[in-house]
């Protein structure tokens, strides 16, 4: 029995290490395309114009020695030991980090947070109170008390989304230019300067297009892709250390950039922003955890593309060691240190390359922009999951559209591998700058470690990035400016969306009604309640909202069943389907008016289907079947006063509770044989159009008024469900600041008239859907 035991334990073990080797082949095609393709214009980058190497060989001994000790402290030692620890239920990137924060420090944005929703599971495994002596208790006590640190904390996690935005839009414009500007090298006659802007912009053009299928039909490609590219710069740079310089190993040597810094001085200084462009790719690590492991991550890091990448820089800068004046003005490209009789097929696999590295970035901002839409910091879009079976695979037509404009522009108007660099330098030391600082408060709010930790850290990576970042500023007028732009328009659009959506949310929260008030006005409007099922869209997780009662003043007349929806957003990656639903009553059983709060993770798929609607109407039976009970002997006068909810899974996760069958659909053998049913039906009528049936479990004998109330529901659901859908012309008050006008009636009002309306964005269906307009003075 022990043999069989161990035998047993080693082939879940070789099971295990087959699932993370299968993972770490998997994420060098989607995790580190960007990055391999760095050695296309590091060294073109760096060179430019800001120095001349000379024949002592210093230069290039020194800018050798920086990128060996960049990729080592930056990529390996501060990405793969460190930050890849500090993810969010497995899920990584800026609003992860953000996201933590959030719940260990209770500042989170969202204006629909509920104290219930710390119950949720990822918040009790997570969140360990502090001792209240220690630094971080002071810590996290000031940012829960001041506001302005808490927008501080927002604003950060907002500029590192916004950066990664612009990367989204430099980084392929630069791979794509750097990648096709060897043709003229490679072609033998005939002088080609002025094809590689055209080419580069058609292979843009052809990525962004095919952006809607999505990449899980050729995502089997990336990884062969990516591993044939490595292996192939690897492979030229060993041939180029043996054949041109086999003692370049003596450049990693960090003498050698204290002798670059002091002969070369100011533009020294001012070629690190060329340098940190081999570290570009590097926060994918972090930002695509979700989809992979971080074992699998580090593995693939540490065995292949580490390696890789400083075998081609060594060969390089051995080439470039031998060879100070080249012909055709490619003094220092990448291209030119590969054999001549290579170069058409290299050139051929470093488009590829750079084609899946592009591919990469561009999913990754569909992702960021997805989640601060979650988080109210972006307007509404449409957001189509592309894949059934490839987790985050979605694709935001909007935002595909503007990339591919903006980044048309930046390599038509750049033209030249030195400005994007400039461009693009900017944006990614940037996005590491905002994990530096929120990866120190990481450390001593979430990990409740020393504060001298949390300092050490954030002195040595972040002076090393304030020093790149300074270079990288320096080139303002070089090209510098372009993410620092589109960064500032961004963030306009962020921050004007969520001020206008919070005092929006303030407004509703501020003109709530009672149902009691409501109803009490029936005799005197003629209120009369009509067949089917009301479903009232708000934002609000308690009391009734505003625009309902605008609805019942000019329309005296409301459901049979009315359901206050409320689908939301919370601060974590994920939200259990046992957790998903949280249900209760408004007022009085006999009212028949229910609250049912839908709760989604910042990085969830939300159903936007037919499904959802059953979902409900199953949830909100399950919890009248199982949670009224203990609220009738509390007392009528208890139910009037407080709003009980309780948490009810989706019907897949409470199997042996109640279904919901349609179109008498009730035979479901697989049920049926495994649980013993008693059915609830409605009354017979003349030809229905839609026959429902509750099938609900053997159990105790069902109280008479929970049996009404479920046929209730059932009459319902049978007469069909209608939509009410606000629509709020947002303006400013009287007597509000010039500023607080432009904001709201010009800025925030432009926005919402131009995005996805909450119809399109929840999948309601047109054909029963009411929207009911109200003007709200903010």
């Known amino acids: 029995m022990d043999l069989e035991t161990g035998i047993h334990q080693n082939h879940v073990k070789k099971e295990s290490w087959r699932t993370v080797l299968t993972l770490a082949y998997q994420s060098l095609g989607v995790v580190y395309g960007d990055l391999s393709a760095s050695p296309l214009y590091v060294y073109t980058s760096t060179f430019a114009d800001d120095i001349e190497h000379s024949e002592t060989n210093e230069e290039i001994y020194g800018i050798l020695s920086f990128v060996f000790w960049t990729l080592t402290i930056v990529p390996l030692l501060k990405y793969v030991f460190i930050v890849l620890k500090a993810d969010d239920n497995g899920e990584g990137g800026t609003f992860a980090l953000y996201s933590l924060l959030c719940r260990h420090a209770r500042v989170n944005p969202l204006p629909s947070s509920q104290v219930v929703d710390e119950d949720l599971s990822v918040y009790k495994n997570d969140i360990i109170n ?88 050729v995502g089997f490609l990336f990884a062969p892709v990516v591993i044939t590219w490595l292996l192939c710069i690897s492979s030229i740079g060993v041939y180029n250390i043996f054949h041109w310089n086999p003692r370049v190993y003596r450049a990693l040597s960090p003498y050698y950039m204290y002798k670059f810094l002091k002969k070369t001085q100011r533009g020294g200084w001012m070629s690190l922003g060329g340098i940190l462009l081999c570290i570009t790719g590097s926060e994918a690590m972090f930002a695509d955890l979700g989809h992979f492991s971080q074992l699998s991550i580090k593995i693939a890091f540490t065995s292949i593309v580490y390696p890789s990448l400083i075998l081609a820089y060594m060969g390089q800068a051995a080439y470039l060691s031998q060879n100070h004046v080249v012909d055709n003005n490619y003094r220092i490209g990448f291209y ?29 901002t569909f992702s960021i922009i997805k989640q601060c839409s979650a988080l109210g910091c972006f307007p509404r879009v449409k957001i189509v999951h592309i894949s059934s079976k490839t987790h985050g695979q979605i694709y935001i037509p909007e935002i595909n559209w503007i990339l591919m404009l903006l980044c048309l522009a930046v390599t038509i108007g750049f033209r030249d591998t030195k400005s994007m660099g400039n461009a693009a330098g900017l944006a990614v030391i940037t996005v590491m700058l905002v994990t530096t600082c929120l990866m120190s408060l990481v450390i001593v709010l979430c990990w409740h470690q020393s504060v001298i930790l949390a300092i050490c850290f954030i002195l040595f990576f972040g002076t090393l990035e304030v020093l790149y970042f300074s270079a990288a500023l320096i080139k303002f007028l070089e090209g510098a400016w372009v993410p620092i732009a589109l960064s500032f328009f961004f963030m306009s659009v962020m921050c ?83 957790e998903r639903f949280l249900v209760g009553h408004i007022g009085l059983r006999e009212h028949r008016i229910y609250r049912c709060v839908v709760r989604y993770g910042y990085r969830d798929a939300r159903v936007d289907d037919v499904k959802f609607e059953n979902d409900l109407i199953c949830s909100i039976a399950e919890y009248v079947r199982t949670g009224r009970e203990g609220l009738d002997n509390a007392g009528e006068d208890s139910v009037k006063q407080r709003e009980e909810m309780m948490v009810v899974g ?22 049926a044989s495994t649980l013993e049913l008693r059915e609830i039906q409605s009354p017979p009528v003349i030809k229905p159009r839609k026959r429902v049936r509750f099938v609900i479990p053997k159990s105790p004998e069902i109280d008479r008024n929970v049996r009404d109330e479920l046929r209730a529901l059932m009459e319902a659901r049978e007469a069909g469900v209608a939509y009410i859908m606000g629509h709020s012309y947002v303006r400013a008050k009287q007597g509000s600041s010039i500023m607080k006008k432009m904001v709201i009636n010009f800025g925030y009002d432009f926005l919402r008239r131009n995005c996805r309306t909450n119809t399109y964005v929840l999948n309601v269906p047109p054909a029963s859907t009411l929207e009911v307009g109200m003007v709200c003075h903010i």
């Open 336 to 364: 030119v240190s590969v054999p001549e009789k290579l170069r058409w097929p290299v050139l051929i696999l470093a488009i590829l390359a750079a084609v899946v590295g592009s591919q990469a970035i561009i999913t990754g």
């Open 496 to 578: 004007v969306w969520h001020y206008g959506t919070l005092r929006q949310y303030e407004f509703d929260l501020q003109n709530t009604v009672s149902v009691d008030r409501l109803l009490s006005l029936g005799p005197g409007l003629g209120i009369v309640r009509v067949g089917g099922i009301g479903l009232i869209h708000t934002d609000l997780v308690s009391g009734i909202p505003s625009i309902f009662s605008h609805f019942v003043t000019n329309i005296p007349a409301f459901h049979q069943v009315l359901v206050f929806l409320c689908v939301k957003t919370v601060s974590i990656a994920h939200v259990k389907h046992e």
């Open 650 to 671: 989706t019907p897949s996760t409470h199997l042996d509770g109640i279904q919901v069958c349609e179109d008498n659909d009730v035979a479901n053998t697989e049920l």
């Open 130 to 217: 502090p001792a209240p002596s220690t630094f971080s208790a002071r810590l996290k006590s000031a940012l829960e008390k001041h506001r302005v640190l808490q927008k501080f904390l927002l604003l950060l996690a907002l500029i590192g989304a916004c950066m990664v935005i612009g990367d989204g839009i430099l980084s392929p414009a630069i791979s794509v230019f750097s990648a096709v500007s060897g043709i003229e090298l490679a072609m033998s006659k005939g002088h080609h300067q002025y094809i590689e802007v055209p080419f580069a912009c058609i292979i843009l053009i052809a990525l962004f297009a095919l952006q809607h299928y999505g990449t899980h039909r």
